[in-house]
């Protein structure tokens, strides 16, 4: 119930293409729903979150889309470039509580 | 701001030794948690503590780890004593109590033991 699944595991992208990254919760109590980006060397960053209320949220190329009956997310990179090519979590957690739960990650290659 | 500061960068230890791992959150955050990042289990929450106490250490591993919080500003994890499977990235996040729900990460600590 705690787990958030994520994939798939690994992504080769072509430059200028749609990277999508998906993933899937159980705990209904999550309200938080965050996708953080992560470079060689450095720690996670945030990239972009959303709360089950919406059904999508988009900043700039990056847009989540959340199906809440589904009890899933994704992550959708539009006109995806080489600088993109990360380690991509998404993670959850829920209202009064202050666990955030990653799921695996995803390694994105975007192809020059 | 600094960001959140962990030293050291990297650590390489022999088995049986004690490491201890150093963070420093970002003035004003409440709220400081340790993580691991391993490939096999990707990115494990340890413990976490609001405003020094420690609140759930549910993930601390074994009784070998320790993590301790003396004050606002700085906190360490111990493992004693450590073994080859510890071998990890470990990472400090803090974040505030209110407001956002955005972790601010460190660069990590990269751990061997051999």
């Known amino acids: 119930q705690q787990q958030v699944k994520q994939s798939p595991q690994s992504l080769i992208v072509q430059k200028g293409g749609i990277s999508i990254i998906n993933c899937a919760y159980e705990?209904?109590?999550?309200?938080?729903f965050p996708w953080y980006q992560q470079f060689p060397g450095k720690g996670p960053a945030l990239l972009i979150a959303?709360?089950?209320?919406?059904s999508e949220k988009k900043e700039g190329r990056f847009t989540i889309s959340f199906n809440k009956s589904a009890k899933q997310f994704s992550l959708h990179i539009m006109d995806s470039q080489p600088g993109d090519s990360a380690t991509y979590f998404c993670?959850?957690?829920?209202?009064?509580?202050?666990?955030?739960?990653f799921g695996a990650g995803t390694r994105l290659f975007v192809k020059a | 701001d600094a960001g959140v500061i962990q030293s050291p960068r990297h650590e390489v230890t022999e088995m049986g030794q004690e490491v201890t791992l150093r963070c420093k959150p970002i003035?004003?955050?409440?709220?400081l948690f340790w993580y691991r990042q391993t490939m096999m289990r990707g990115l494990e929450l340890l413990i976490y503590?609001?405003?020094?106490?420690?609140?759930?250490d549910s993930g601390m591993p074994e009784d070998r780890f320790s993590a301790k919080m003396p004050n606002a500003s700085f906190s360490t994890l111990k493992i004693q004593p450590s073994e080859p499977r510890d071998s990890a990235v470990y990472f400090c996040?803090?974040?505030?109590?209110?407001?956002?729900?955005?972790?601010?990460f460190g660069s990590g600590t990269q751990l061997s033991v051999l």
């Open positions: 993670a959850a957690s829920y209202a009064g509580g202050f666990k955030t739960i």
């Open positions: 996040a803090s974040r505030t109590g209110t407001g956002s729900e955005k972790l601010f």
């Open positions: 959303i709360r089950p209320d919406v």
């Open positions: 503590f609001n405003n020094n106490v420690p609140i759930d």
């Open positions: 705990n209904t109590a999550f309200d938080y």
């Open positions: 003035s004003g955050h409440d709220y």
